[in-house]
Protein backbone atom coordinates (compact mmCIF):
# COMPACT_ATOMS: atom_id res chain seq x y z
CA UNK A 1 0.00 0.00 0.00
CA UNK A 2 1.13 3.12 -0.73
CA UNK A 3 -0.22 7.30 0.17
CA UNK A 4 -0.42 9.76 -2.26
CA UNK A 5 -2.04 13.39 -1.90
CA UNK A 6 -5.45 13.51 -3.90
CA UNK A 7 -5.65 15.30 -6.96
CA UNK A 8 -8.44 16.78 -8.92
CA UNK A 9 -7.99 13.86 -10.95
CA UNK A 10 -8.75 11.71 -8.41
CA UNK A 11 -12.19 12.84 -7.40
CA UNK A 12 -14.73 10.62 -9.36
CA UNK A 13 -13.07 8.08 -7.98
CA UNK A 14 -13.04 9.08 -4.60
CA UNK A 15 -17.15 9.82 -4.89
CA UNK A 16 -17.64 6.07 -6.52
CA UNK A 17 -15.21 5.01 -3.05
CA UNK A 18 -17.74 7.59 -0.82
CA UNK A 19 -20.92 6.03 -1.92
CA UNK A 20 -20.05 2.67 -2.83
CA UNK A 21 -18.69 2.53 1.27
CA UNK A 22 -22.14 3.99 2.67
CA UNK A 23 -24.50 2.14 0.77
CA UNK A 24 -22.18 -1.50 1.83
CA UNK A 25 -20.73 -0.83 5.23
CA UNK A 26 -22.90 1.58 6.97
CA UNK A 27 -26.71 -0.46 5.67
CA UNK A 28 -26.63 -2.15 8.98
CA UNK A 29 -26.72 1.11 10.51
CA UNK A 30 -29.05 3.29 8.82
CA UNK A 31 -32.02 2.78 6.52
CA UNK A 32 -32.56 3.52 2.85
CA UNK A 33 -33.93 7.06 2.97
CA UNK A 34 -30.63 7.93 5.49
CA UNK A 35 -27.91 6.32 3.27
CA UNK A 36 -29.92 8.38 0.27
CA UNK A 37 -30.00 11.46 2.27
CA UNK A 38 -26.06 10.69 3.58
CA UNK A 39 -24.57 9.81 0.06
CA UNK A 40 -26.66 13.26 -1.77
CA UNK A 41 -23.99 15.26 -0.51
CA UNK A 42 -21.48 13.58 -3.47
CA UNK A 43 -23.79 15.60 -5.89
CA UNK A 44 -22.59 19.06 -4.36
CA UNK A 45 -19.00 18.76 -6.69
CA UNK A 46 -17.53 22.61 -5.72
CA UNK A 47 -17.27 21.02 -2.22
CA UNK A 48 -15.57 18.25 -3.18
CA UNK A 49 -13.33 20.43 -5.02
CA UNK A 50 -12.95 22.53 -2.30
CA UNK A 51 -11.94 20.12 -0.10
CA UNK A 52 -8.87 18.87 -2.42
CA UNK A 53 -7.63 22.07 -2.77
CA UNK A 54 -7.91 23.22 0.71
CA UNK A 55 -7.78 20.38 2.92
CA UNK A 56 -5.00 17.11 3.50
CA UNK A 57 -6.52 14.91 1.56
CA UNK A 58 -4.55 11.70 1.89
CA UNK A 59 -5.27 8.50 -0.69
CA UNK A 60 -4.30 4.89 0.20
CA UNK A 61 -3.32 3.01 -3.38
CA UNK A 62 -3.40 -0.61 -3.69
CA UNK A 63 -2.02 -1.54 -7.39
CA UNK A 64 -3.86 1.51 -8.82
CA UNK A 65 -6.61 1.65 -6.95
CA UNK A 66 -8.05 4.05 -4.22
CA UNK A 67 -8.63 1.94 -0.60
CA UNK A 68 -9.33 4.76 1.18
CA UNK A 69 -9.03 7.94 2.01
CA UNK A 70 -9.27 10.59 5.12
CA UNK A 71 -8.87 14.31 5.18
CA UNK A 72 -7.67 16.80 7.62
CA UNK A 73 -9.34 20.31 7.40
CA UNK A 74 -7.81 23.01 9.65
CA UNK A 75 -4.91 21.04 10.66
CA UNK A 76 -7.24 19.35 13.43
CA UNK A 77 -10.68 17.97 12.04
CA UNK A 78 -11.00 14.96 10.24
CA UNK A 79 -13.46 15.92 7.17
CA UNK A 80 -13.68 12.99 5.35
CA UNK A 81 -12.65 9.61 6.03
CA UNK A 82 -13.58 6.66 4.09
CA UNK A 83 -12.67 2.86 3.63
CA UNK A 84 -13.48 1.00 -0.29
CA UNK A 85 -16.33 -1.57 0.96
CA UNK A 86 -13.82 -4.20 -0.42
CA UNK A 87 -10.53 -3.27 1.86
CA UNK A 88 -12.50 -3.38 4.81
CA UNK A 89 -10.63 -4.63 8.18
CA UNK A 90 -7.23 -4.49 6.36
CA UNK A 91 -5.40 -2.11 8.27
CA UNK A 92 -5.88 0.65 5.83
CA UNK A 93 -7.80 2.86 8.63
CA UNK A 94 -5.27 2.26 10.99
CA UNK A 95 -2.55 4.06 8.77
CA UNK A 96 -4.87 6.66 7.49
CA UNK A 97 -5.92 7.77 11.00
CA UNK A 98 -2.33 7.29 12.10
CA UNK A 99 -1.00 9.84 8.79
CA UNK A 100 -3.83 12.36 10.03
CA UNK A 101 -2.78 12.40 13.26
CA UNK A 102 1.12 12.91 12.33
CA UNK A 103 0.07 15.78 10.08
CA UNK A 104 -1.82 17.25 12.50
CA UNK A 105 1.19 17.27 15.15
CA UNK A 106 3.20 18.99 12.77
CA UNK A 107 0.87 21.63 12.70
CA UNK A 108 0.70 21.87 16.16
CA UNK A 109 -2.86 20.36 17.23
CA UNK A 110 -3.37 18.95 20.39
CA UNK A 111 -6.26 17.91 19.51
CA UNK A 112 -8.05 15.93 16.44
CA UNK A 113 -12.18 16.10 15.98
CA UNK A 114 -14.64 14.84 13.80
CA UNK A 115 -18.45 13.73 13.18
CA UNK A 116 -18.44 10.46 12.96
CA UNK A 117 -21.06 8.13 11.59
CA UNK A 118 -23.02 5.36 14.05
CA UNK A 119 -20.71 2.74 11.72
CA UNK A 120 -17.37 4.17 12.64
CA UNK A 121 -17.67 5.09 16.12
CA UNK A 122 -16.64 1.50 17.50
CA UNK A 123 -12.87 2.24 15.21
CA UNK A 124 -12.82 5.92 16.63
CA UNK A 125 -13.15 4.84 20.20
CA UNK A 126 -10.72 1.77 19.95
CA UNK A 127 -8.00 5.07 19.12
CA UNK A 128 -8.44 7.12 21.77
CA UNK A 129 -11.67 9.20 20.40
CA UNK A 130 -14.26 10.06 23.04
CA UNK A 131 -17.83 10.96 22.53
CA UNK A 132 -18.43 14.85 23.19
CA UNK A 133 -21.93 14.60 21.98
CA UNK A 134 -24.34 12.78 20.02
CA UNK A 135 -25.75 14.79 16.53
CA UNK A 136 -29.24 14.45 14.86
CA UNK A 137 -28.57 15.97 11.38
CA UNK A 138 -31.56 16.50 9.08
CA UNK A 139 -31.17 15.95 5.15
CA UNK A 140 -33.27 15.94 2.90
CA UNK A 141 -35.95 15.47 5.85
CA UNK A 142 -34.12 12.94 6.95
CA UNK A 143 -32.32 12.30 10.28
CA UNK A 144 -29.16 11.13 10.50
CA UNK A 145 -27.57 10.20 13.44
CA UNK A 146 -23.99 10.77 14.38
CA UNK A 147 -21.32 11.80 16.92
CA UNK A 148 -18.90 14.82 17.77
CA UNK A 149 -16.27 12.94 18.54
CA UNK A 150 -12.70 13.98 19.91
CA UNK A 151 -9.09 12.90 20.97
CA UNK A 152 -6.50 14.19 22.57
CA UNK A 153 -3.28 13.89 20.76
CA UNK A 154 0.07 13.66 22.43
Request: charged content about 25%; proline content about 1%; some cysteine.
Amino acid sequence: MNFKKATISDLAEMQKLYIETIQSVCKNDYNPEQIEAWIYGVKNTDRWIDVINTQFVLLAIIEKQITGFGTLKDTNYIDFFYIHKNFQRQGIADKILNALEVEARNHGSKTLTSDISITAKPFFEKNGFIVKTEQKNIRLNTELINYKMEKKLQ
